[in-house]
């Protein structure tokens, strides 16, 4: 499993996923569960949609 998160997207994922977890805390809805998968996508560093596709937001190594 190689790393296909770069750190912008890593960075935006977990912005995006702290924002809906305190909107579902906030509006008291399971919706802010939702929040944990792009959260969890950035502290792993893979995210399982790019691998098909062939995405990869890593800068490479010239």
């Known amino acids: 499993m190689n ?7 890593k960075t935006v994922r977990i912005i ?3 924002v ?3 909107l579902g805390i906030n509006f008291q809805s ?5 929040g944990l998968v792009p959260l969890l996508t950035a502290l792993v560093g893979f995210c399982p ?3 098909p596709c062939k ?3 890593v800068k490479k190594e010239s």
């Open 20 to 22: 809906v977890i305190a």
């Open 3 to 9: 790393k296909n998160i770069g750190k912008v997207d």
């Open 49 to 51: 949609l790019y691998a």
């Open 30 to 34: 399971w919706w802010g569960l939702v």
């Open 55 to 57: 995405i990869s937001t």
């Open 16 to 18: 995006i996923g702290l």
